[in-house]
């Protein structure tokens, strides 16, 4: 009988079930009570105010999609843009990248570079200290240097950013001195982004322990960390405004910044203008429209100097090998067509292997493949493909190391972006190409291109340094694990690709740069498209959000929220 | 019933065992290498032969495979499955940091699937081929074939967005799951009102029901202490494996909702081929699904006192 008056309370107990189970509060370590953003109700612009506000602070809440969040917040070890950036709020490095596209003396009050380009001298500001009181000086950035070198940290990009240090000399208490045997001319792309934290403090803790206390010398503190769901630094006190950026002295406005990791895309579109966070970064494209015309909130565009979203051409097997089918694919390549059907316009078109925005590239390349199908077609006609069986598809016939009769099949292998290889898959139908879009995941795009197994293989790269044509242009760096997958080896490329890793002149090394760019589309090295731009919703209660000459990256020393 | 539940846990120990064999081989047929993915990151820079070489050989990948697999089992035998390869942590810290999360949104889940389920299912079958029949059953199969990712964007849409009664993302507490509860238990929800309804149907129509109700009992004893506990042998195996199936499938739901939890947590672990964590992931999660499967067997003998485990 007694079983029988539990089973009547069946209901009353699962119904319970769901009440204990999920007792209130007991996430670990979250805060998920901050106060949501106060929308605006007045039309304005993310300028400074003419009213200054009676106190500058507030919480910031940035949604960002959940594949910007870091494996490790260290940046002396994860290859991420966006460790590097969250790292920027914890510590200033020695110099910054301003949004002019200049580098600007952060941590160093100045540098120099040896005449014959072997050593680098940086004279540290002597009023640093770290947030745990450790001083800032000499030896604390070459612990860092060193760091960041030992093999047993694992550091992976910055390492190599860095480049083959021979050594790290303190010469007085605030001078440094970094010595090479070649010159290492991008040294300052790597130094923009390597945060220096205090010696004692990456001393007190493991490396695999160290990323959750990480200590800088940075406006704000590295306050908590809920893996998949936020991060949130706040304020420390004791700031000095030693980023240029800062446009007043001692600590930053902001109470605190959250970091929400978004895992949806519509959700991320949306949490803006439904007051869920003040600022939504990487704003789907699909979603931009609803910022354009809204007087609550400011659509911000960041461009990102770089390769774009570029397809490498396996330039080793057929079909690919021949020149002329690669050249047909650039001549029925209508980007801009591209860009008005699948993102109304709002992606940069790309032409060659820099996008335009990058300080080097070379306008050339807009008119070496003007969208032309009917030269397309003839290209394949001369390379030995043709239709003969009336399929749509062209076959083979006499081409070098293909059997006669195989059809024109070319796969369009990417890791995201798939729709533009399927707005291209309508075009070279056309001149009867069958392109066969797939999507994969970044280990099979890795292990593909080891085995050198694609056509076009989606590729992109992020610098405003010209050294990004060498990682893949450099046919030294065609060997497993490196990025020059399209197999081209061009003895004149590689030579202007080391003479561009050599030289400190930034005008000489951009009209290296150029002639790199000229040679690597008259041998249709790679398939360009187009390039993303970095679009930001910005609440307007949100003022002096400052982005960086790299679309995703941005300052918030003078950043405050206005109720 | 202490002997079956003892033979019961040692049965366990061989299906662990062949769930480690295969998942640990399956990671390692996969494409990719966990030691290049870890230097040059998903989109990365150059990294040289001699590095990927370096850091393989930190992390014993360059080992024989047996070796590897000898070395991952009696570990776990000792409660150690590795520190992750990407994240640097031990894998039993961070299966426990995330279980929780995961664990509650089950709950609410199973909480809304049962409640909702079972009300639905017992009125259908007490107002057979009614409105609310036919009503109920609609509901049922909309909640089993809605997709999940379709169905948390559209509460999103209503209760976050329009009427701002939700947070969309994050957030603490009961508040925070109630939505995400409803996304994952819906379906099983459908489900579990389905095999009531028919199971109780099945039941009322029994001898001993209409010798109850000719005794004179009154209509709600008959059904509460008569029909429903000898309908719920199979609704409670369908609960069983659905909460098993919530706890290893949570994932579609914590990514709409952007909760942290093992779902996402393994998930992003396959990508980056982060063997140790995929492996410890899968083993804990096929223990707590055996388990979970124990419990229902066990709870057969509480439901019909004709079963026995002697």
Known sequence: MNKRVCLNCLLVIVFLLSLVGCAPGDQAGATGNEPAPAASSQPQGNTPEAEEPAKKGGDLIIAVPANLE?????????????????????????????????YQPALAERWELSEDGKSWTFYLRDDVYFQDGTPFNAEAVKYNFERVKDPALGSAQLSDDLGPIKSVEVVDEFTVRLNYDAPWATLLDGLRRMPIWSPTAADKYDKNEFDKHLVGTGPFLFTEWVANDHVTFTRWEDYGGWNPIQNHEGPVYLNSVTIRFIGEEAVLGGVVANGNAHIAQELPAAYVVDYQDTQDATLMTGYQAGTGLQWVMNTTSPPLDQLKVRQALLYATDQDEINEILYDGLYLTQKGPLNSVHPCYWDGVETMYPFDLEKAASLLEEAGWRDE?????REAHGVPGVENGAPLIIRFSALHHEEIGEALQLTYKEIGIDLKVEVIPGPVQLDRVNQRDFELMYERQRSPDPRILDQIWNSKYDQPGGWAWSG??????????????????????????????????????????????????????????????????FFLNNAYIVD | MRQYIFNRLLQMIPV??????????IMHALPGDPAMLMLAGAEGGAVTPERIAELRAQMGLDDPLHIQYFRFITGAVRGDLGTSIR????????????????????????????????????????????WFDMISMVFSYIGVSMPIFWLGLLLILIFCFQLNWFEPAGGTGFKSLILPGITLGLSSAGIVSRLTRSSLIEVLNEDYIRTARGKGLKEIGVILHHALQNSMIPVVTMIGLQFGSMLAGAVVTETVFSRPGLGRLIVNAILWKDYPLVQGSVLVLALIYLLVNLLVDISYAWLDPRIHYN
């Open chain 1, 70 to 102: 870091p494996a490790s917040f260290d940046g002396h070890i994860d290859p991420f843009q966006s460790t590097w950036l969250y790292d920027s709020f914890i510590s200033d490095p020695l110099l910054i990248l301003a949004p002019n596209g200049e």
């Open chain 1, 389 to 393: 069986n009336g399929d749509g598809i």
């Open chain 1, 488 to 553: 081209l080896k061009i003895a004149e490329v590689d030579q202007l690709l080391e003479e561009i890793a050599a030289s400190s002149d930034i005008e000489y090394r951009c009209e290296l740069a150029k002639d790199v760019q000229r040679i690597v589309m008259e041998n249709a090295g790679m398939l360009p498209t187009l390039s993303q731009p970095v679009y930001y919703a910005v609440d307007n209660s949100v003022k002096d959000f400052l982005l960086g000459a790299e679309g995703n990256w």
């Open chain 2, 16 to 25: 662990l065992f062949l769930v480690s064999i295969i998942i640990f081989f």
């Open chain 2, 87 to 130: 994240l640097r942590t031990p894998v039993t810290q961070l299966i426990a940091e995330r279980f929780s999360s995961t664990l509650q949104l089950s709950l609410v889940g199973l909480g809304f699937s049962i409640t909702f389920g079972l009300i639905l299912g017992i009125l259908a079958a007490l107002k057979q081929n009614s």
